[in-house]
């Protein structure tokens, strides 16, 4: 089986604009995680879905959403991009989502905002 | 609020030696797991091996084991025979049935030939 894939694999932005990242899990898992990457802060959950609904959320701004497609491939969107927004952002997924389960991350995408 | 602690921000060991990376988390549930997860400067992040918290048995993968102390939260990763492969940085993570994944600050080992 392919992994989890992630696109792009990089990003340059500047501050204000907003940024849309790509997440494809493997094949036959439902479920995708989000994860915030920084040297500062280490790895900090942003959201996960299952089945298209947002499960868990962590504790970000309104500025990042998400989105999950009905073939499991997820979206996150960053708004009114600030210079923290800089970081490696990962995803995860697995069958079902629950805790019991091992998640596969992919490669991220690192984004770096001017 | 559960939360994981890895103490050691970086260590070193020889290849071939033996080393023990400390993690301690902190949670008023019964039954959830733990993970611990290799993020090699390529990025891409592994798991390097998972226990259940109901399981008693330490769960070793190779040349990987764990001694898991439930009562005193403890999740320690053993590496035997290290090799040169093994230089990451190593996350211990944390997962309820009902909640999201958290991660420790990470511990950055080298190994040295």
């Known amino acids: 089986k392919a992994g989890v894939t992630q696109t792009p694999r990089y990003l340059i932005k500047t501050r204000g604009q907003q940024v849309t990242l790509s997440c494809s899990p493997i094949s036959g898992h439902r479920s995708v995680s989000w994860y915030q990457q920084t040297p500062g802060q280490g790895l900090q959950f942003l959201f996960e879905?299952?089945?298209?609904?947002?499960?868990n959320k962590g504790n970000f701004p309104g500025r990042f959403s998400g989105r999950q497609f009905s073939n499991s491939r997820s979206e996150m969107n960053v708004s009114t991009l600030e210079l923290g927004d800089s970081a490696l952002y990962l995803c995860?997924?697995?069958?079902f989502g629950t805790g019991a389960e091992t998640q596969y991350f992919g490669p991220g995408t690192r984004l770096l905002v001017l | 609020a559960q939360t994981v602690t890895q103490s050691q921000p970086e260590m070193s060991v020889q290849e071939a030696e033996t080393v023990t990376l400390s993690c301690t988390y902190d949670t008023s549930e019964s039954d959830y797991y733990l993970f611990w997860y290799k993020q090699p400067p390529s990025r891409q992040m592994i798991l390097v091996i998972r226990q259940e918290a109901y399981k008693q048995q330490n769960a070793t993968e190779n040349r990987f084991s764990v001694n898991f102390q439930k009562a005193a939260k403890s999740f320690s990763l053993k590496i035997s025979d290290s090799q040169l492969g093994d230089a990451a940085m190593y996350f211990c993570?944390?997962?309820?049935?009902?909640?999201?994944?958290?991660f420790g600050a990470g511990t950055r080992l080298t190994v040295k030939p």
């Open positions: 993570a944390y997962r309820s049935l009902a909640s999201y994944m958290r």
């Open positions: 995860a997924s697995s069958t």
């Open positions: 879905y299952f089945s298209e609904t947002q499960r």
